[in-house]
């Protein structure tokens, strides 16, 4: 649902955000040569020491670092395309992003502390535990975190690759009140502005639906991975964890004080869903990668949906990929769109081998849940 015509709120100003996690872009922090923009980083630290002079306690995710290997390395014009080198770019880049970060809050009296994240940190509870300590010490000490992804060991395989999941993710995590996600466009656009002059703002979303998915469906910068849909998903994440989130442009002056004000124009604001999802259905839902899909009938999907019921073999139709009981899955209905993910309790063998089955004719072992309700989320 989409509200373009949002009033001013008289009360922005007074709104007191006890924390706030502020995500930057690589296009937003680098220079058209590919360098470290220590200008916008410079005058971003500004703007968050003046926020910890409120009482305001921020977290920093930042890309950047593989911009800032290749331009260290003279490779910018041929940016590799091999995982393994663009890991090892990242090592380059990482700490130079890291000191402009430093030399941006030194003169505020800030210290930045480094906190590399991967997407394992998040899905192993202890690891989870640990990151959310450490955060929680740094604010403590009134050092200011400055995230990004461990682009040099993360698993390529299952690396978040853009910073606006893991800047949703963080911002769950240290419990933000709000995400505001900084970038190179005024925010979420009515639609592409090389094709249209009618382009307006989107200044306020209440719920992130399919009429926004596909508005947003176009691809990001050379520089950044993540598109507007990326911002769309991690908003969803942020939202869904009752985080509301702004997105707005990281070059506008005064940014982040407007941002915190919910100043009017700022950027798309994202209210935050009032019933939070619990963490644990956050993690199967945004954390956990899904190993295959197991497509239902539509009387399974309306139980699922409509009644917050187990999903049961009767209602399965189709198992794909590959899968063992404990990993998350995909449920989708049978015209292929997917609705809810789940961790299944069994097998893909052995739920393919059973597809269709009522309860009764099941061996008993077997005569549960594909999918129990205490582990599925409904996606929309
Ligand atoms: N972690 C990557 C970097 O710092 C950026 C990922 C992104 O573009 O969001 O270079």
Do not use: C
Not at 10 to 35: H, M, N, P, W, Y
Not at 43 to 55: D, K, P, V
Not at 136 to 144: D, F
Not at 208 to 231: C, F, N, Q, V, Y
Request: proline share 3%; net charge negative.
């Amino acid at each position: 649902m989409v509200d373009r015509g949002r009033q001013v709120d008289e009360t922005a100003e007074l709104r007191s955000v006890g924390r706030v996690v502020i995500k930057i872009g690589s296009s937003s922090v680098t220079t058209e040569d590919g360098e470290v923009d220590t200008g916008t980083i410079s005058e971003l630290s500004s703007q968050i020491a003046e926020l910890l002079e409120r009482g305001t306690e921020v977290v920093v995710v930042t890309s950047g670092a593989i911009a800032a290997g290749l331009s260290a390395l003279g490779r910018r014009a041929d940016r590799p395309s091999d995982p393994a080198v663009l890991q090892a770019v990242s090592a380059v880049g990482q700490h130079r992003l890291m000191r402009t970060w430093q030399e941006g809050l030194a003169p505020h009296g800030i210290l930045a502390g480094q906190v590399l994240l991967a997407p394992l940190d998040f899905t192993n509870r202890g690891q989870y535990l640990h990151a959310r300590g450490t955060l929680a010490e740094l604010l403590k000490l009134g050092v200011v975190p400055v995230v990004n992804e461990n682009d040099a060991v993360a698993d390529e395989e299952i690396r978040f690759g853009d910073n606006d999941r893991l800047g949703a993710l963080v911002a769950h995590l240290v419990g933000a009140d709000l995400f505001v996600i900084l970038t190179d466009t005024a925010g979420l656009l009515s639609g592409d502005p090389r094709f249209s002059s009618e382009t307006t703002l989107i200044e306020e979303v209440v719920e992130i639906d399919h009429e926004l998915e596909r508005i947003a469906g176009g691809p990001g910068t050379p520089e950044g991975s993540g598109g507007m849909l990326s911002k769309l998903a991690a908003a969803k994440i942020a939202t869904w964890s009752g985080v509301e989130t702004v997105i707005a442009d990281a070059r506008r002056p005064g940014v982040v004080a407007a941002a915190v004000a919910r100043s009017r124009g700022v950027g798309t604001v994202l209210k935050a869903r009032r019933a939070r999802l619990p963490a644990r259905k956050l993690w199967i839902a945004f954390a956990l990668r899904a190993s295959g899909t197991v497509v239902v009938d539509e009387g399974a999907r309306r139980a699922l949906v409509n009644d917050g019921r187990s999903l049961l073999p009767a209602g399965v139709v189709k198992v794909q990929g590959e899968f063992v009981a404990d990993d998350a899955v995909e449920i989708a209905g049978t015209d292929g769109t997917t609705f809810a993910k789940g961790l299944v309790r069994m097998a893909s063998a052995r739920a393919a081998e059973w597809v269709g089955s009522r309860s009764g004719d099941l061996p008993e072992e077997l005569s549960g849940a594909v999918v129990h309700r205490d582990d599925l989320v409904i996606l929309r």
